[in-house]
C-alpha cells in the first residue's frame, strides 16, 4: 500500500510491543505504534495526528513539485498570456544544445531568460558566463572572449584564458551581441561552426563546449541588410 499510496500513513498496533519494535516499526515507514490495550481515545488521537501528518506530507509533495517546475525562472515574474509563452519557449529550447538568440529593448529582461535558460538546462551544474559585448571596444573584446598569450600585446605580462575556455561545458551569454565589430564576427562565427579558437597571440587551436546565448537590442535583420551584421552570423 505504501509503494502505491506514498501519502498513506500506517500505525503498528501490537500486543507484544518493545521498544526495538517500535524502532523497527518506524524504520519500516510507520508514523506511529500504539499497545494492545489501548484507551479508545488514545487510538483516536494516534489516528488523528497519523492524519494530520499525512495532510502535511501530500501539501509538502505538492509544493517541491511547484518549486522544481518553476525552478530557474529566479527573478523574472508575470503570469500574461505572453509571459507564459516565454516560459514556454524557454523550456522547449532549454533542453536543447540550440544556440539562442534573444531580442528585446533594454531593460525588459533579457539576461534573466538567459540565465533561465542556462538554469532548466542539462548545463544547469555547470558555468554561466556573460559579457556585454557594448562595453569593451574590438581589442579588449577579443582578448576578453578568446583570452591571449603573454606578450600578445602591450600590458599582457602572462597567460590569461578567455570567457569561452572559462564557459566550457557550460553557457556563454554575449550581451548586445549587436555591437561586435565586422572582424570580430568573422571569429565569432568559427567559434560557432568548429567550437575552436585561438587565444590573442597563440597559434594552437583549443576546443570548448559552450551553448551561446546572445541578446541584443539591435533589429538585426535590417543591420545584416545594411551590411553592420554578417548574414551567416545571424542564422
Known amino acids: 500500500s505504501r509503494e502505491r499510496h506514498p501519502d498513506l500513513p500506517v500505525i503498528v498496533m501490537t500486543a507484544y510491543g518493545t ?3 517500535a524502532v523497527d516499526a518506524m ?4 508514523v506511529d505504534y500504539i499497545m494492545k490495550p489501548f484507551e479508545n481515545q488514545e487510538l483516536l488521537l494516534t489516528v488523528q495526528k ?9 501539501q509538502n509533495r505538492l509544493l517541491r513539485e511547484e518549486v522544481q517546475k518553476n525552478q530557474g525562472f529566479g ?7 505572453a509571459m507564459r509563452q516565454v516560459y514556454e519557449m524557454v523550456d522547449k529550447v532549454a533542453a536543447t544544445k540550440a544556440t539562442v538568440l534573444i531580442t528585446g529593448e ?6 534573466l531568460i538567459a540565465r533561465a535558460i542556462h538554469a532548466r538546462s542539462p548545463r544547469a551544474e ?3 558566463v556573460a559579457v556585454n559585448c557594448m562595453a569593451l571596444s574590438e581589442t579588449l573584446l577579443e582578448s576578453e572572449l578568446f583570452g591571449h598569450e603573454k606578450g600578445a600585446f602591450t600590458g599582457a605580462v602572462g ?10 561545458k557550460g553557457t556563454l551569454f554575449l550581451d548586445e551581441v549587436g555591437e561586435i565589430a565586422p572582424a570580430l564576427q568573422v571569429k565569432l562565427l568559427r567559434v560557432l561552426q568548429e567550437r575552436t579558437f585561438e587565444r590573442v597571440g597563440g597559434n594552437q587551436p583549443i576546443g570548448v563546449d559552450v551553448r551561446i546565448v546572445a541578446a541584443t537590442n539591435r ?3 535590417r543591420a545584416v541588410a545594411s551590411g553592420r551584421f554578417r548574414e551567416d552570423l545571424f542564422y
Open 19 to 21: 521498544v526495538e519494535n
Open 159 to 168: 597567460r590569461r584564458k578567455g570567457r569561452f575556455e572559462l564557459a566550457d
Open 126 to 128: 555547470e558555468p554561466f
Open 50 to 58: 497519523a492524519l494530520k501528518l499525512s495532510r502535511l506530507m501530500a
Open 27 to 30: 524504520k519500516s515507514g510507520a
Open 106 to 111: 533594454s531593460g525588459t529582461g533579457k539576461e
Open 219 to 221: 533589429d538585426l535583420t
Open 75 to 81: 527573478q523574472i515574474v508575470g503570469d500574461s498570456k
